[in-house]
C-alpha cells in the first residue's frame, strides 16, 4: 500500500524563516506524491525520499522485527539537522510504501515501482527501510529503470551476506542470493562482513557465486587505500552502482537499535568515510539504508546516527 507524505514528522528548530544558510532540513524539505512527482525546473540536483515501512523479511528471518517503524523516526532525525546542500538542490519527501499483513513481495514490487518512478522524475532515490529486504525493492526499480542489459553492481555496507536458500519461503536474509540466481548482469560487493555473523556454508555460498567481500577486521579508518581500491575495482566492473545500509554492520555501542546487534561492528566515523567514497564515484543511482529498529533503540542513537549518515549521502552525492 502506498500513503502520502505528511509534514508530521518534518519539524525541528527554526533560527530564521529567511536565511537558507539557517536553514534545517525541514525547512528545505517539499512534498509530492509519487504519482505527481517532478524535479523542478531551477533545481540542479532533486533527491526524492521514499519510506518502506515493513519488517516482514526480519520476521521470517527470526529476527527482532520493529523495523517498519524506521523511516518516520530516520525522518525526524534528518528534520532537525543544519541543511548543508547548496540552494539549487532539493529534497522531496514522496511518502512510503507499507507491508499489509505478510505480502513483503507484493510491498517490494510497489516499492521497485517507487524507485524506477523517481528515477524517471531525474530525482535521486533515497530510501528509508525497513527491514533489509527493502534492498529487494530498491533492486527491483533500478533495474527496471536501467534495462536487462546494464551492467548492475550492488554495494553493501554489512555483517552479513544475505544468501540463504528460499526454496520456501523468501526474508531479509536471502536478497543477494535470490538477485544473482535471476540476474546474470549483476555483481555484488559486501563490505563490512564479519565471520561470526555468517555460517561456513554462506561463505562457501558466496564464493561459489563469485561474490566479492571484505572482511570486518580488514577494515580500517586509518588504512583506506585498499579499501577504496577494491570499491573502485568493483565499481569499473559495472555500467551502474546502487549502495545499500544495514546498520548491523556498526559496533552496537553506536547502534543498538538494530536486528542483529554486533559488539565487533565497525565505527561509525568508517562507515561514514565509505559511504562518503562510494556515493562520490560518478555511476552512483542511489542509496537505501534498512533495519533501523526505533523499538529496540538506545536513547535514539540508532535513529541519530541513522540521519546522520543520510546526511553524509546527500552532502557527498556525485
Not at 96 to 101: A, P, T
Not at 234 to 247: G, P, S, V
Not at 252 to 259: K, R, T
Not at 274 to 286: F, P, Q
Amino acid at each position: 500500500m502506498y500513503t502520502h507524505p505528511t509534514l508530521k514528522y518534518w519539524n525541528g528548530r527554526i533560527d530564521s524563516q529567511t536565511d537558507l544558510d539557517s536553514f534545517r532540513y525541514h525547512q528545505r524539505v517539499r512534498l509530492a506524491p509519487i504519482s505527481e512527482l517532478a524535479a523542478s525546473s531551477n533545481a540542479s540536483r532533486t533527491f526524492g525520499l521514499i519510506g518502506f515501512k515493513c519488517d516482514e523479511g526480519v520476521k521470517r528471518n527470526k529476527g527482532r522485527v520493529g523495523a517498519a517503524e524506521g523511516p518516520d523516526h530516520i525522518r525526524q532525525s534528518l528534520a532537525k539537522l543544519p541543511c548543508h546542500l547548496p540552494s539549487q538542490t532539493e529534497l522531496v519527501d514522496a511518502g512510503d510504501v507499507i507491508c499489509e499483513s505478510t505480502d513483503m513481495e507484493a510491498a517490494q514490487s510497489q516499492l521497485g515501482s517507487a524507485v524506477a518512478r523517481i528515477l524517471e522524475s531525474k530525482a535521486i532515490p533515497i530510501i528509508l527501510g525497513g527491514g533489509h529486504e527493502t534492498l529487494y525493492g530498491h533492486y527491483l526499480g533500478i533495474r527496471n529503470s536501467i534495462g536487462p542489459k546494464a551492467r548492475l553492481g550492488i554495494i553493501n555496507i554489512d555483517a552479513h551476506f544475505d544468501m540463504r536458500p528460499y526454496e520456501n519461503e523468501t526474508s531479509s536474509g536471502t536478497m543477494f542470493k535470490q538477485i544473482l540466481d535471476e540476474d546474470q548482469r549483476s555483481g555484488y560487493l559486501c563490505v563490512g562482513i564479519q565471520k561470526q555473523g555468517n555460517t561456513k556454508a554462506l561463505f562457501e555460498t558466496a564464493e561459489r557465486s563469485k561474490v566479492d567481500y571484505i572482511l570486518e577486521e580488514d577494515l580500517s579508518l586509518y588504512e583506506m587505500d585498499e579499501t577504496k581500491r577494491r570499491i573502485n575495482e568493483f565499481a569499473k566492473e559495472n555500467d551502474y552502482i546502487m549502495l545499500t545500509l544495514c546498520t548491523d554492520v556498526i559496533d552496537s555501542a553506536y547502534a543498538p537499535g538494530v536486528s542483529a546487534p554486533s559488539p565487533f561492528g565497525l565505527d561509525p566515523k568508517l562507515v561514514r568515510a565509505i559511504i562518503r567514497h562510494i556515493v562520490s564515484n560518478e555511476k552512483i543511482l542511489s542509496f537505501d539504508i534498512s533495519e533501523v529498529n526505533p523499538s529496540l533503540d538506545e536513547n535514539n542513537k540508532t535513529v541519530t546516527l541513522a540521519g546522520q549518515l543520510i546526511n553524509e549521502v546527500l552532502l557527498h552525492f556525485k
